[in-house]
């Protein structure tokens, strides 16, 4: 059996990152993930004026609860969506002038939902190019707080922005969600949130569903941050997918906050053996992939994964109600269907749905990235039993797994 040891997570990371500078006192926290994504939030902070003092598995984080430490700030966001989504928000609690820009691939992505937010509670926030989109600027004099509404059916991210700005307002926030995708990154969230020292409450209702946020504050903690659920899915895959296969990941196990290691309950259904213990996860294959329909809103950044193996599956495999895959870094689902007809598989797609028919996937074929890492990861899981598989950009996997090539092929050459 291949023991592996995951980097932590980013969502966890980018999360803590924003707790830790709001909180008072200094906040340690432990084996963080080091990436493009996380380097990138980390960097904005001190352009912010906040101070991120690095070393070997571990990162010290001086928080100022009254917000940056400078009033004046231009900050690069890169290709991080926490870091463009999160920052503004944790700007805004504080007094001056902050500008905000990023990469070409994050100026399309979509901001609007989050813009309207907190221009609804009185931020002076205005885009320089497309409405909804970076560059922005937020002229931030504290936010009072008080009810607003929000559509986070587009990304959890805008609604968690909110949630983690609440503690820092004057008043308090209720936010009323009218849809909401991704819903287990909320819930973590809302468990970090607490473990920093937040009240935070959900009341459904006939209205909908309102989280209540106390004006608390955050106190700074020690924190571990646990591997990354999205990244063990490769190779809980590539565990499923080759015959005689075999992967434990040690600290995802059934205390772990991401909703994203739920991906191994598909691969039970698809035939897998799984087993989750308090402290980790480990699946087996069994030499059998089923074909299935699975509905993946909740856990839609393990699509591609799953469609990168979809094609070895003894029927067709439908993944349905994604449609959020198509406002990420790349529109997944076309990306998916692209790079499996490349390698000769029939797949059809819908707005929110793709179906991969059975087949064998055939090389040699370049993998069109499209700059995307959750792209070249997962189909570095097919290039497993797909020989002359290349990618046309395989260093992006530096946004979330700067040693991925290193480390899945290390895997991928174990018995």
């Known amino acids: 059996m291949t023991v592996i040891d995951i980097p932590g997570s980013k969502s966890v990371t980018a999360r803590a990152l924003f707790l830790a500078a709001a909180a008072e006192g200094t906040t340690t926290l432990l084996r963080p993930l080091v990436s493009d994504d996380t380097e990138g939030f980390a960097e904005g902070l001190g352009a912010l004026g906040y101070t991120v003092r690095k070393e070997p598995g571990a990162w010290h984080i001086e928080g100022r609860p ?69 560059p922005l600027a937020v002229h931030a004099a504290g936010v009072k707080g008080g009810a607003l509404t929000l559509d986070a059916g587009q990304s959890s991210q805008y609604l968690t922005a909110l949630l983690m700005l609440g503690p820092l307002t004057a008043e308090g926030l209720d936010i009323t969600v009218t849809d909401l995708v991704s819903e287990p990154y909320v819930e973590i969230t809302l ?33 571990g941050i646990e591997p990354d659920a999205s990244t063990a899915g490769y190779f ?77 599956a003894d029927g067709p495999v439908r993944i349905e109600d994604v449609a959020n895959t198509r ?58 039993l797909t020989p002359g598989i290349t990618f046309d950009d395989p260093g992006c996997v530096k946004k979330t797994f700067p040693d991925f090539h290193h480390e899945f092929g290390a895997f991928a050459r174990t018995p």
């Open 66 to 134: 009254a917000g940056p430490g400078t009033a004046d700030a231009d900050v690069y966001c890169r290709d991080g969506a926490t870091t463009a989504r999160f920052l503004p928000a944790l700007a805004s609690a504080g007094h001056g002038t902050f500008r905000f820009d990023a990469s070409a691939q994050m100026r399309r992505r979509p901001l609007g939902p989050l813009s309207t937010a907190l221009r609804e509670l009185g931020v002076d926030l205005r885009h320089g190019g497309k409405d909804g989109h970076h």
């Open 191 to 223: 468990a970090m949130m607490r473990a920093f020292g937040a009240d935070v409450r959900r009341e459904d209702d006939e209205r909908g569903r309102t989280y209540r946020v106390a004006p608390t504050g955050y106190r700074a903690r020690s924190y």
């Open 236 to 312: 809980f895959a590539a565990a499923a997918l080759r015959p005689g296969g075999s992967v434990t990941v040690p600290g995802l196990g059934t205390g772990a906050l991401q909703g994203d290691l739920a991906f191994v309950d598909v691969l039970r259904r698809m035939g897998a053996d799984v087993e989750v213990t308090a402290g980790s996860t480990t699946v087996r294959s069994t030499g059998t992939l089923r074909g299935l329909t699975v509905t993946m809103r909740d856990i839609s950044d393990t699509m591609p994964t799953l469609a990168a193996i979809a094609p070895f």
């Open 327 to 384: 406002v990420k870094e790349c529109d997944r689902l076309d990306a998916c269907a692209e790079n499996l007809r490349r390698l000769g598989v029939t797949v059809t797609t819908g707005p929110d749905w793709i179906q991969i028919e059975p087949g064998t996937p055939s090389g040699p074929a370049e993998i069109a990235t499209h700059g995307d890492h959750r792209i070249v990861m997962s189909f570095a899981v097919t290039a497993l």
